[in-house]
């Protein structure tokens, strides 16, 4: 009996070892791919201002019909269903009356969309301010009564006669809601909201509408993102499932993840979300499936990946320290970059530093600038790219003053265009290591030092002098040779997990 006993024991503890293993075991879960169009249907509240709001339900039923995803039930077919079922729709609804149409006419989701404000006013031009400030004379207390009386009669009588009709006001606003037509529930909302000044009535609210449109495309996106499939992976070259049937296009960004994961525990299904492990750029598409290129990954790309759409723009940063020995400067450089993961890039940059002049005085620097890049090497982890920069310096110093022993802050622009190379290396899934030389071509004045003054006169205008200097002249600053940069630089996506 005793023999047996830790037999027992040592089959119980491999039983519980056993358990726990097989409980600790995730199963993978097959992507969920947007393989089918939603149905929807998209009708305006209750509005009194029913022109608009067709102008704005057009615009968003062509916009979810270009983007293909959507199965949009237009006002032609809603008439011929309403009127098979024997049913009246005025073009205007409530959002129960809109579930209750779109069951009758077998959508998925209906779009209500209600106008919160919508006005046209004309305003005047800064030309037309300048001008009726100037005319107006200068008054005591008694004429400034006076004046206001007058000009209240005057905008009474004039209150239904658009004074600037060629520099309209369009404000338009509102808010958007996906219902679930089966549950009658709000799936989500989105609020719009545009402003355009200018031109005629017509031409101002047309341009107030391309911006409705700009709005109505990202958002109608977000309401449905796509998610696809990695079918092979060549290299940097992937393809995916999903193509022009289901809107894709080129130029669309998908994040790429490993699959989710389902595992027990304590008696409940938990569903672990896979890992970002890059993000993919669609370069062709066929009618069902796609081809794109890696843009940027961190860890192995695998067929069965998922794929999710990425809405929102590339936005890469960067912030570096450069220094230059001839003359001795430094300067620290913010810097917002272009296509940086295509082969054609650049960026523009703004610096402030300080820089010896001939004098072997500080001057204080700043500037902007752009470059232009081409990576000649390009993988995920690592870029090598040649580049030409053209920065505008402008240095600040005080003169020797002038014979009244006066000094003065004067600046001189400079242009020095560069030739360089520069190398990112890849130091975690959403910065890089940015390392940078670039050779001077030459440094060209763009003018003298100069100073600026203020002329005491009744327009208080401004005039710019040279600078004054002693027996020495001029300093100078003469840009030459090469000079170092090393910075950071960290790309950003607001819906991007970079997990």
């Not at 293993?21 to 939603?38: A, G, H, L, N, Y």
């Not at 006005?119 to 004379?137: H, L, M």
């Not at 912030?319 to 970059?337: A, E, F, Q």
């Amino acid at each position: 009996m005793n023999k047996r006993l830790p037999r027992l024991i040592k089959a119980i503890y491999q039983a519980i070892v056993i358990l726990l293993f097989t409980v600790s075991i995730s199963q993978e879960i097959e992507p969920e791919i947007t393989m089918e169009r939603k149905k929807l249907i998209i009708l305006a509240s209750e509005n009194k201002d029913s022109d608009i709001s067709n102008k704005v339900t057009q615009i968003a039923s062509s916009t979810a019909t270009q983007l293909n995803r959507y199965d949009v039930i237009d006002r032609s077919q809603l008439d011929r269903i309403l009127s098979e079922q024997k049913l009246q729709h005025s073009g205007v609804v409530n959002p129960d009356q809109a579930i209750e149409i779109g069951k009758v006419a077998g959508a998925n989701e209906a779009l209500y969309i209600s106008i919160a404000n919508f006005g046209q006013k004309g305003v005047p031009t800064e030309k037309q301010k300048e001008k009726d400030e100037d005319e107006e004379p200068e008054t005591g207390l008694f004429g400034w009564v006076v004046k206001e009386v007058v000009k209240a009669e005057i905008d009474k009588k004039m209150e239904n006669v658009e004074r600037y009709p060629n520099n309209i006001q369009t404000v338009l606003s509102g808010e958007v809601r996906l219902l679930n037509v089966e549950t009658g529930q709000s799936i989500s909302s989105f609020n719009f909201s545009v402003d355009h000044t200018g031109g005629v009535k017509t031409k101002s609210l047309n341009e107030a509408l391309k911006l409705l449109r700009g709005q109505m495309v990202s958002h109608l996106k977000s309401l449905y993102q796509l998610s696809s499939e990695v079918l092979d992976v060549r290299g940097s070259d992937i393809m995916l499932l999903l193509g022009e049937d289901m809107g894709v296009r080129k130029g669309m960004v998908y994040e790429i993840r490993t699959l989710d994961t389902k595992r027990m525990v304590r008696d409940r299904d938990i569903t672990i979300a896979g890992k970002a492990v890059g993000f993919v750029e669609v370069e062709t598409v066929s009618a069902d499936a796609s081809e794109g290129r890696v843009l940027r990954k961190w860890d192995d790309i695998e067929p069965g990946y998922q794929a999710h759409e990425i809405i929102d723009e590339i936005f890469t940063v960067g912030i570096s320290g450069i220094y230059g020995d001839t003359p001795s400067n430094m300067r620290l450089r913010l810097s917002g970059y272009v296509n940086p993961f295509n082969r054609f890039g650049g960026d523009i940059y703004g610096d402030i530093g300080a820089v010896k002049d001939s004098r072997n005085d500080t001057d204080f620097q700043f500037g902007l600038g752009f470059s232009l890049n081409f990576h000649i090497i390009q993988t995920s982890p690592f870029s090598l790219d040649p580049f030409i920069s053209v920065p505008f310096d402008f240095h600040l110093r005080s003169d020797d003053g002038d014979d009244g022993d006066i000094s003065h802050v004067v600046f001189l622009p400079i242009t020095s265009p560069r030739l360089g190379i520069q190398s990112e290396i890849m130091i975690s899934p959403k910065t890089d290591l940015v390392i940078r030389g670039e050779y001077v071509l030459t440094s060209v004045n763009l003018g003298n030092w100069t100073y600026t003054e203020e002329q005491e006169s009744d327009e208080d205008e401004t005039k710019t002098w040279n600078a004054n200097w002693d027996d020495r002249g001029a300093p100078e600053i003469d840009y030459e040779g090469w000079m170092l940069s090393v910075g950071i630089r960290s790309t950003f996506f607001s819906s991007f997990t970079f997990e």
